[in-house]
């Protein structure tokens, strides 16, 4: 049975095979000469339109007061480092779907996501990272679709899922507001 996926060849069906030629360091792959990627410059079109393009939720455990104090640095840094990202609050507790406490930085190109993860990739410390896309579907968005640096956390994702969110939403409305999932 073939996966419910379209074909990642989708546009290239009548292409030229790519060479078996091997690269000077004996090991990779020749690739011709071509042009450049759309992705280098916008997001591919499933994400959702006029939303930041990923969320970056940093995780800290709140009980632990040297990574807590990490976390608080961390956070300020980022807001530095990259101010023209948009950063949330610092949350002192779980939020949302998140089980530990977190703050949340947005992307808004691909330019923003490679720069921040590969900050983050070095920089975190002892702090955990999920990272995912904003598309149609957040639960997909928060599962399927998320990457990891660091230790991964269990989501509480039953709220992500569709029939939940229209109740998340009146609930939020009713007890405050909280960050985006």
């Given amino acids: 049975m073939p996966l419910p996926y379209p074909s990642p060849l989708a546009g290239y069906e009548n292409a030229e095979p790519l060479p078996d030629k091997i690269n000077p360091d004996g090991k990779s792959l020749y690739n011709p ?3 450049k990627s759309s992705a280098y410059d916008q997001f591919p079109e499933q994400f959702k339109p006029n939303k930041n393009g990923f969320d970056f939720h940093i995780y800290y455990i709140q009980t632990d007061e040297d990574e807590t104090k990490f976390a608080r640095a961390l956070h300020e840094r980022i807001r530095r480092e990259f101010p023209e990202i948009r950063i949330y ?3 002192d507790r779980p939020v949302g779907p998140h089980p530990v406490a977190m703050f949340e930085a947005n992307v808004f190109s691909p330019h923003q996501t490679g720069a921040l993860f590969s900050w983050l990739a070095v920089n ?25 640096m660091g230790r ?11 029939s939940s969110r229209q109740a998340q939403a009146q609930a939020a409305a009713t007890s405050g507001s909280a960050p985006s999932a």
């Avoid at 990272?129 to 928060?142: C, K, M, S």
């Avoid at 991964?152 to 569709?162: F, G, H, K, S, V």
């Fill in 33 to 35: 000469p071509g042009p």
């Fill in 89 to 91: 609050r610092f949350w």
């Fill in 124 to 148: 975190r410390g002892p702090c955990s990272v999920l990272i995912h896309p904003n598309t149609d579907d957040p639960y997909l968005d928060h599962t399927e679709l998320a990457t990891w």
């Fill in 152 to 162: 991964q956390w269990p989501l509480r994702t039953e709220m992500l899922r569709p």
